[in-house]
């Protein structure tokens, strides 16, 4: 069997005429924000790029069919699906396979959305935050599938750093031990998703330009290419300061401990409790931070065509 990618007409076009895309995941519309406003946030996302001379190719799967940007047609497939509480599927890089043969529909993370990104041809990928090290991974060993991407994949990735419920200094620790370059933009401190620092440090870089001739340079040196994680700090005015966040971080993880929520339902849950606790600061947060990365993302994509 053949992986079949259904590219939407612009995405299409975007390609045979060499013009800037830039892939985003489906998992935030899915899974990480409420609907109806998901519906409305992904237009609000998928404008931005457009405003910014880059195609939004935003990935999902629906009924077995892997969509490289998604048409009219697919958006009303998905709010027909999210309408009438369908439960759709959460799809990390393992998921791809059966997905596809079972006619699965859901939401890809970054690891899928890598993999099916890197198949289209497409180099760039703006999202909200990485998985990663979850806290007490030694007692359960949960590791996102991320990391493995990230390890493998070669895509320029661009991110507030990683999710804030997890163990940042264990994440950066597998990133540099599969020897991925984590670039700070316009900082030298890796961001914690709703906070602009978790105080480790990281190398910095100024420009699209800069990360374009990293990127370039791993490719020619590497015997097996790597992504490359951009880390976009949220902008000041939206920050929640890491101290108050990790209260709320700490009292959700004991919350899901309580009630043995694990695996793909763990981060979810964990977001739906901060939401709730934050009274809808950490959604704004959120949304923010989404928005920032794809104007980063935007930069680069163009600087590499």
Same mark, same amino acid.
């Given at each position: ?22 892939? *985003? ?12 406003? #998901? ?35 697919? &958006? ?5 699906? *999210? ?162 966040? #990790? ?16 695996? &793909? ?41």
């Amino acid at each position: 069997m053949h992986l079949i990618l259904h590219f939407s007409p612009r995405i299409k076009q975007a390609l045979d005429k060499g013009k800037p895309i830039l892939a *985003m995941e489906s998992t935030v519309l899915t899974h990480g924000l409420p609907y109806p406003e #998901n519906l409305e946030i992904l237009k609000i996302l998928e404008e931005l790029c457009l405003e910014l001379e880059v195609e939004p190719a935003t990935i999902i799967i629906l009924d077995g069919k892997i969509h490289i940007g998604m048409t009219e047609t697919e &958006k009303a497939i998905l709010q027909h699906k *999210m309408g009438s509480g369908k439960e759709l599927c959460k799809f990390n890089l393992r998921d791809v396979p059966y997905a596809v043969t079972q006619k699965k529909s859901g939401g890809t993370t970054v690891s899928a959305t890598m993999l099916l990104a890197y198949k289209a041809g497409i180099k760039v990928f703006a999202t909200g935050g990485i998985g990663g090290v979850h806290k007490f991974w030694n007692e359960t060993l949960d590791i996102s599938s991320d990391l493995k991407a990230l390890a493998e994949i070669p895509i320029i990735v661009i991110s507030a750093g990683c999710k804030a419920i997890l163990d940042i200094p264990a994440t950066l620790e597998f990133l540099e031990s599969y020897s991925v370059p984590v670039l700070g933009w316009k900082t030298d401190e890796f961001p914690a998703f709703y906070s602009r620092t978790s105080r480790k440090k990281i190398d910095r870089i100024e420009n699209a330009k800069d990360v374009v001739k990293i990127y370039q340079a791993m490719l020619k040196l590497y015997l097996y290419p790597t992504g490359i994680l951009v880390a976009n700090p949220v902008p000041e005015k939206d920050e929640i300061p890491f101290e108050v966040i #990790n209260k709320h971080i700490s009292a959700a993880i004991a919350a899901a401990k309580a009630k043995n929520i694990s695996g &793909k339902e763990l981060t979810p849950f964990l977001l739906a409790n901060l939401a709730e606790k934050t009274k809808g600061q950490s959604v704004q947060s959120n949304l923010a931070l989404l928005k920032n990365n794809i104007i980063i993302g935007a930069q680069i994509a163009k600087e590499l065509q």
